[in-house]
């Protein structure tokens, strides 16, 4: 039996809150060859991660605990859909192909993850040419914006 219980969610937060990255995951799957990917992800706030797609894969979101908003966006940027998983949404799929971004909104948030495996990290061609890369100095701007971000808005730098 495979579980995670609320201890296993606070050192994971713990492990997130001491990560360069602001981040830590937990994976259910044995390896990363398998065919379905199920993985605990602690995000501390001030963890960024850059709009980008999965081309092969749906990806199924759920908070274990803390807010997190989910954005999806058009091929230029637009903001399509915006919600926030822990408030009135509890659970989210994002298609496959479709650019998305996730901003962890609370201290020891956790959330779950599951989609097609095996693991693919996410290539350039797979990150949003309109959004800063993890290191570019308008990251942290990008996630300010997140905030802000309605439906139809664009970022620009």
Partial sequence: ???????????LSEQAAQSPRLRANRN????LSDAVQRLAVAMEPG???RPHRHPHTFELLTPLSGRFLVLHFDDDGSVT????LGEECKLLETDAGIWHAVLSMDNDGVIFEVKHGGYQPVTEQDSAPW?????DPGAGELMEWYLRA???NTFTR
């Fill in 1 to 11: 039996m495979k579980q995670l219980t609320l201890t296993d969610l606070q050192q």
């Fill in 28 to 31: 259910l799957h044995p390896e």
């Fill in 47 to 49: 963890t960024y991660v």
């Fill in 81 to 84: 859909q915006r919600v926030v």
């Fill in 131 to 135: 959004a800063p890369a993890e290191n």
């Fill in 150 to 152: 309605q439906v139809g």
